[in-house]
């Protein structure tokens, strides 16, 4: 992995089951520690947290932080039983 690649890695954000507050304060952690840019990823249930998540962030902790990209996609995952199944996935990208 390059630098660049490892530094793009360090502005991302995995959205899971904790509350959106969580991951707010990651985001916001990020942009005070000189980010110009954070991507919030998501897939399944976890998408409307991802989009809470950046909501709150841009209307009452960084109030100039844009949304730059919204990806959305399909991702085909393997249970244990050998079945596949799809996924929705998000990626929110913000930047200041």
Same mark, same amino acid.
């Given at each position: 992995?390059?630098?660049?690649?490892?530094?793009? +890695?360090? @502005? *991302?954000?995995?959205? =899971? @089951? #904790? !509350? !959106?507050?969580?991951? *707010?304060? /990651?985001? *916001?952690?990020?942009? @005070? $520690? &000189?980010?110009? +840019?954070? *991507? %919030?990823? /998501?897939? &399944?249930? /976890?998408?409307s947290r991802a989009v809470d998540a950046a909501e709150i962030t841009r209307n009452r902790f960084v109030t100039d932080a #844009? %949304?730059? +990209?919204?990806? %959305? &996609?399909?991702?085909?995952?393997? @249970?244990? +039983? =050998?079945?596949?199944?799809?996924?929705?996935?998000?990626?929110?990208?913000? $930047?200041?």
């Amino acid at each position: 992995m390059t630098a660049k690649e490892e530094a793009q +890695e360090e @502005n *991302v954000i995995y959205v =899971g @089951n #904790k !509350p !959106p507050m969580s991951y *707010v304060l /990651a985001v *916001v952690t990020q942009f @005070n $520690s &000189g980010s110009t +840019e954070v *991507v %919030i990823k /998501a897939r &399944g249930r /976890a998408i409307s947290r991802a989009v809470d998540a950046a909501e709150i962030t841009r209307n009452r902790f960084v109030t100039d932080a #844009k %949304i730059k +990209e919204i990806k %959305i &996609g399909t991702e085909s995952i393997t @249970n244990e +039983e =050998g079945r596949s199944s799809n996924v929705s996935s998000i990626e929110i990208s913000l $930047s200041k």
